[in-house]
């Protein structure tokens, strides 16, 4: 069946960037999310991208999805200690969202 | 617009008793979802609706039930509580199920924090 991983943990400077990667399995998906999830909430959307697009820029937020290698990474400029949370990664295909087990990203002010 | 709600926020039981889980959204989503949440785990797919009427089993559907109530409720049943449904809950809602070109993004709830001792 489909598969997304994930690194589990992630830690960086306030300031410097941040990039969450993650891989896929199912060569049929058609969206691919990244959600946030803060401490003690629900998971809000992030961003997405289609699948025939390489990268998509929404602010400090920056995506690039290799398809060929099924390999999607969320890159966030100039991190700050509001983004701490856990990020899932999610990729749609021929049945409901299959998420990641989440990245927890940890800002070192 | 209230979005994704969940009753209640927390719950503790026993083992073997019984309780349902609320959700409703105010979004005239057509396709709704449960998840749990376990630490390490990621989010699990337990059931979800595709749309008023229709409902189908996730990943984990053993030890829960589902009632799609109206287009706007969707409920999840616990018979027989076990240590093992120690959990999140979360409660998901999306316009549209498969088969859409639209991006079909996910609401989700707060959660249910449910303890079985």
């Known amino acids: 069946g489909e598969d997304v991983e994930q690194s589990l943990f992630l830690s960086v400077r306030e300031g410097d960037s941040s990039v969450i990667n993650c891989t896929y399995t199912?060569?049929?998906?058609?969206?691919l999310y990244w959600y946030k999830q803060e401490p003690g909430a629900g998971l809000q959307l992030l961003t997405y991208?289609?699948?025939?697009?390489d990268m998509k820029q929404d602010q400090r937020l920056t995506v690039l999805l290799n398809k060929k290698d099924k390999h999607l990474s969320l890159r966030i400029a100039d991190t700050q200690t509001g983004d701490s949370a856990i990020y899932f990664c999610?990729?749609?295909?021929?049945?409901?969202?299959?998420f990641g087990k989440g990245t927890r990203l940890s800002v070192i002010a | 617009n209230a979005g994704v709600t969940q009753t209640p926020k927390f719950q503790v039981l026993k083992t073997g008793q019984s309780m349902t889980l609320q959700c409703a959204q105010d979004?005239?989503?057509?396709?709704m979802y449960w998840y749990r949440q376990d630490p390490g785990m990621g989010l699990r797919l337990i059931y979800y609706?595709?749309?008023?009427?229709?409902?189908d089993k996730g990943e984990v559907p053993n030890g829960y039930n589902v009632s799609r109530l109206n287009k706007r409720e969707f409920s999840l049943r616990l018979e027989s509580a076990a240590p093992s449904q120690t959990s999140v809950y979360f409660c998901?809602?999306?316009?549209?199920?498969?088969?859409?070109?639209?991006?079909?993004?996910?609401?989700f709830g707060p959660g249910t924090r449910l303890t079985v001792l």
């Open positions: 998901a809602s999306s316009e549209k199920g498969q088969g859409t070109k639209r991006s079909n993004e996910q609401f």
């Open positions: 199912d060569s049929s998906s058609t969206y």
């Open positions: 991208i289609f699948s025939n697009m």
């Open positions: 999610a990729e749609r295909g021929n049945t409901p969202l299959v």
């Open positions: 979004m005239n989503h057509n396709s």
């Open positions: 609706s595709a749309s008023e009427g229709t409902t």
